[in-house]
């Protein structure tokens, strides 16, 4: 069975700062891989995937994800913060691209 | 595109009472998924079709919980009798199927309260 682990439930930067967001998977074959954004009272918005080929994903906003077989990851950052990238973020894993599992949410505060 | 469209936004009913939850994917997806997503146990899978048929109910919470896709562009979710536990937020989600790594669009959602 698939699952997601994202490590934090909250993680906090100031604004201009390095984001980290962890995200480990468990898949018995080669996954696809999501990140997802979903503001307050929003439904959930695709920031970027990992399907096949170059490991390194680039999404929107300036987001990156990095596929490392070996460590099962697939970590989320982006070099310096926005104010407007507080949200909540979560991962996803996929074994047919269509039916998902996702981690329990990561909440990113920024501070001013 | 107008995107994925959901009715209603929100919904407070009493428990007992029969509650459906509207969907519209977007024009030309032919997968549907719908999710619920609360505090305790995050975002869940209810159920999804392919092409109006229900490929994976394992979600279902219970009998209680029924949907349906009558055409392509309409999908309901349905709770009888609602449970207090029911209260979350509902999500309906649409994408094309093809070979794999198929972003889902996801509505806007409807805020469910049972009291």
């Known amino acids: 069975a698939q699952s997601v682990t994202q490590l934090g439930s909250h993680v906090s930067v100031s604004e201009g700062a390095l984001v980290l967001l962890r995200c480990n998977y468990s898949?018995?074959?080669?996954?696809?891989l999501f990140w997802y954004v979903q503001y307050p009272n929003q439904g959930l918005q695709l920031l970027l995937k990992?399907?096949?080929?170059?490991?390194l994903v680039k999404g929107i906003n300036g987001f990156e994800a990095e596929f490392k077989k070996s460590e099962t990851s697939f970590h989320l950052t982006k070099p310096s913060a926005h104010m407007s990238d507080a949200a909540e973020y979560f991962c996803a894993v996929s074994d047919n691209g269509n039916k998902l599992v996702f981690g329990a949410g990561t909440i990113l505060r920024v501070k001013s | 595109d107008a995107g994925v469209i959901q009715s209603p936004r929100h919904e407070v009913t009493e428990m007992g009472q029969e509650v459906t939850l509207r969907c519209k994917p977007i024009?030309?997806?032919?997968?549907l998924f719908w999710y619920r997503q609360t505090m305790m146990r995050g975002l869940e899978l209810l159920i999804y079709?392919?092409?109006?048929?229900?490929?994976?109910d394992s979600g279902m919470p219970e009998d209680r919980f029924s949907a349906k896709m009558p055409n392509a562009s309409f999908s309901t979710l349905k709770i009888q009798p609602s449970e207090p536990r029911d209260s979350a937020v509902y999500f309906c989600a649409s994408s094309v199927t093809g070979t794999g790594g198929n972003e889902q669009f996801f509505g806007p959602g409807t805020r469910l309260t049972v009291l």
């Open positions: 898949s018995s074959v080669p996954p696809y």
């Open positions: 079709f392919n092409n109006n048929v229900p490929i994976d």
């Open positions: 990992y399907t096949t080929g170059a490991t």
């Open positions: 024009s030309g997806h032919n997968s």
